[in-house]
């Protein structure tokens, strides 16, 4: 059974750092594309990064290089997803996602505010 469980998120300020993680069963996340993705309200869903299989080349949307990091563990079999100096438009719920299948992490809620 697959499963992906998200974890990290929550309220930080400007220029803050959090980390989410997408902690997978049921694959091996090396063999596979893992993207996280954003949904802030109002628009539609958008990807952020993306860690390829096995060598790990890594991909980032324009807004968040620089800032973003995307990392795989293999040992533990989970994707991270290292924000820093979050900004307000980084808030929405960040998805991890491996390309090619239907399944989905639950949501982790990001919000940026002072």
């Known amino acids: 059974q697959v499963q992906l469980v998200q974890s990290g998120g929550g309220l930080v300020q400007p220029g803050g750092s959090l980390r989410l993680s997408c902690a997978a069963s049921?694959?091996?996340?090396?063999?596979?594309?893992i993207g996280w993705f954003r949904q802030a309200p109002g628009k539609e869903r958008e990807g952020v990064a993306s860690?390829?299989?096995?060598?790990?080349?890594?991909h980032y949307t324009t807004s968040v290089k620089g800032r973003f990091t995307i990392s795989r563990e293999n040992g533990e079999n989970t994707v991270y997803l290292h924000m820093n100096n979050l900004e307000p438009e980084d808030t929405g719920v960040y998805y991890c996602?491996?390309?090619?299948?239907?399944?989905w992490g639950q949501g982790t809620q990001v919000t940026v505010s002072s």
């Open positions: 996602h491996p390309q090619g299948t239907d399944y």
């Open positions: 049921g694959f091996i996340v090396d063999h596979y594309i």
């Open positions: 860690i390829s299989s096995h060598d790990g080349t890594t």
